[in-house]
């Protein structure tokens, strides 16, 4: 029993009757495994850079005014795609689209469809590691999410987007399951902002059956108090395909795990990722790519540029199997610092067990470039112009990650806004 | 347009520039050849205001004003160019973007109205075929990739579209085949005018074949040791720079 568990144990209770399905043993139960595994410390390797004190403060909080924010909402709505907004956690159905209609496409917000294949998942997910502690919290508290179930053989074209925001002081726990049947397509966009002093603690899981795909996008452009921590828990088959991609720009920690397990041949598991931090941010990408059978291609990609006093954290671990001959696996993090009191952790981990593999990885830490910088201002650009303009080519081409270019010029357009904002990229 | 006097400067620790003079007006041409290490990229460097290149002494105006007041982005967009002799690469920065920012960072100095993509597109593709050339270079990360006669073209079409008053091109013929080389030179001359004054920077003579220069000056250890007329290239180019005791065989 952890020492911190009789505070949590307290919010748990006071916390379940406003949470849809809120006295039913399957939370005690996920309550209980979190109790067991305590808080993750910055003890462990995994969770070292990332403080969790956020959360031994209040953990409940007031629900904000939803009409409030309707305006933030529509600044944030990607044109044409599907909408559910979440506001403090709790899907809100006047801001979000209609969900029937759309064929091959069932989708519905997680409080309304805990079914008991939707329990099993939920309390059955994240092991018995104190690192997977915060899984198990999620599924104690968690008050809403999405279940998305796409049919076999159907491609979704617009893309469903998920915006939390309004989260009020305390902790926000989202839960998303998305099944991709086998050959289906689709792209799910997640965008969190708004979120300033609290701790967001999204938990998704991920199928992806044979021959299907999933984009999956993630904004994580909260504001500048807050916490978010998202853990993304996907399972391949034959022949799938994944591609994730994550901004992480806003909040004091922005904090990105993928757990990949590729379970059929020839599937492949892309992630990519910029994380742009300033004042003390932290950008702490975790991801592991566990290779279980053979002829399995994964490719990574992640940039960060930190100014100030922030750092950026990835631990990127690739694991191959016995049995996963002629892996093709390759890894890559570059850094760029802005100032000399920001840091780049760096630290790729391969654990191979194959003996006919590729798997490569590189990571860089450098800083602008000053014949690239006066390239610039001697054909008149100011500094800070040109600073922003190398900025930008150094992230350029990690948004080539994403396919569609409607949503890619969406996320160029967030990151270079939140490069053109107040304070930054001027610490050197 | 420029009035250089008793330029003196370092890199680092080190004197290179040792007492410079030198007076261009509008109109004119000048070439500044040297051997190697006489100063030349030195020169450039220091007129358009790079760090790391410290003025020890002396004094240079740039159309009446103390060039060394302004900052190396003033000085551009007050119409200095400085046509790299290594074109530096930009990953990421598209070549189309970054010369329309330049452009109307210009233009907005001038008090002229910073142009849209469509307007700016017009201009170029205007300037593109004075210069005999083809945009391709622009959709691409600037000088990505280019090879060394591509990034001199480049320098060309920044140079057309800014239209700047005083140009100082350093080797801007180093590592160009003839067909290159005719085509920069081209470009080069198109910018000759009345207000316009250019300063060329280069080891060997073959430029001024193409490039007719007003006037010729020898660069050597820091200081302007002869000038002339382009009859003074075709010396140089015949003898070398032994004469004024350089000792290189390049």
């Known amino acids: 029993m952890n020492a911190e568990t009789p505070l949590f144990a307290e919010q748990f209770e006071a916390a379940r009757p406003a949470l849809p399905d809120g006295n039913a043993s399957w939370r005690q139960l996920a309550f209980d495994r979190f109790a067991a595994l305590g808080l993750p410390s910055q003890q462990r390797e995994a969770w070292r850079y990332t403080s969790l004190a956020a959360l031994r403060g209040e953990l409940t909080g007031q629900a904000l005014d939803s009409a409030a924010l309707a305006e933030t909402v529509a600044a944030q709505k990607i044109d044409g795609a599907l909408h559910l907004v979440f506001v403090a956690g709790q899907f809100v159905p006047e801001l979000s689209s209609a969900l029937e209609g759309i064929d091959g496409l069932s989708i519905g917000n997680l409080a309304d469809s805990l079914d008991d294949t939707t329990v099993d998942q939920i309390v059955l997910a994240g092991g018995e590691n104190p690192d997977e502690a915060l899984v198990a919290l999620n599924g104690a508290l968690v008050s809403d999410g999405v279940v998305v179930e796409v049919a076999e053989g159907a491609s979704i074209t617009q893309p469903i987007q998920l915006i939390y925001l309004g989260n009020p002081t305390g902790l926000v726990n989202i839960r998303n399951i998305v099944r991709m049947q086998p050959g289906s397509r689709a792209t799910l966009v997640e965008t969190a902002l708004d979120a300033n002093a609290a701790v967001l603690n999204v938990v998704n899981q991920v199928t992806v059956a044979a021959e299907a795909r999933l984009d999956h996008l993630r904004v994580m452009d909260d504001g500048a108090g807050a916490n978010h921590i998202a853990q993304t828990r996907l399972t391949l088959a034959e022949k799938s395909h994944y591609e994730g991609f994550a901004l992480l720009a806003g909040g004091a920690i922005a904090r990105y795990e993928v757990q990949a397990v590729i379970e059929g041949e020839q599937a492949h598991c892309g992630l990519a990722g910029i994380g742009l931090g300033t004042g003390k941010d932290v950008r702490d990408v975790i991801t592991h790519v566990d290779h279980a059978v053979p002829n399995c291609t994964s490719d990574q990609t992640f940039k960060n540029v930190m100014d100030d006093h922030a750092s950026s954290v990835f631990q990127g671990k690739v694991t191959v199997r016995q049995d996963a001959q002629h892996t093709d696996a390759i890894q890559s993090n570059q850094n760029m610092l802005l100032a000399r009191t920001a840091t780049a952790n760096a630290k790729p981990e391969l654990v191979i067990f194959a003996d006919d593999v590729k798997c490569a990885h590189g990571a860089t830490v450098g800083e602008l470039d000053a014949d690239q910088l006066f390239y610039l201002q001697a054909r008149g650009l100011n500094e800070q112009t040109a600073r922003q303009l190398l900025i930008e080519g150094f992230i350029a081409d990690v948004f080539e990650a994403i396919g569609d270019e409607a949503l890619r010029n969406h996320l160029r357009g967030l990151a270079s806004t939140w490069l053109h904002g107040d304070g930054w990229g001027d610490h050197a | ?250």
């Open chain 2, 1 to 250: 347009m420029l009035e250089i006097q008793n330029l003196h400067a370092t890199v680092g620790d080190k004197p290179i520039l040792k007492g410079i003079n030198l007076s261009v007006k509008g109109g004119e041409v000048h070439a500044i050849m040297g051997p190697n290490g006489a100063g030349k990229s030195t020169l450039g460097n220091v007129l358009a205001g790079r760090e790391g290149y410290n003025v020890t002494d002396g004094s240079v105006s740039y159309q009446g004003k103390d060039l060394f007041e302004l900052e190396a982005d003033e000085r551009a967009r007050d119409g200095l160019f400085l046509g790299f002799q290594y074109p530096v690469e930009l990953p990421g920065v598209n070549g189309m973007t970054f010369l329309r920012m330049a452009t109307n960072a210009v233009r907005e100095h001038r008090g002229e109205e910073a142009l849209d993509g469509m307007d700016f597109l017009k201009l170029l593709k205007g300037k593109i075929a004075d210069l005999d050339m083809d945009d391709a270079l622009l959709k691409r990360s600037v000088n990505v990739g280019f090879s060394g006669g591509e990034k001199k073209r480049n320098e060309i079409i920044q140079m057309a579209v800014l239209d700047p008053h005083l140009m100082i091109l350093d080797e801007t013929d180093s590592g160009l085949d003839i067909d290159a080389l005719k085509l920069v030179s081209a470009g080069i001359n198109l910018m000759r005018g009345p207000e316009k004054a250019i300063v060329l920077v280069t080891h060997y003579q073959r430029l001024l074949d193409y490039v007719k220069p007003d006037f010729v000056h020898v660069l050597r250890d820091g200081q302007i040791v002869d000038s002339g007329g382009p009859e003074l290239a075709q010396k140089l180019e015949k003898e070398g720079y032994a004469a004024y005791g350089a000792d290189e065989a390049a």
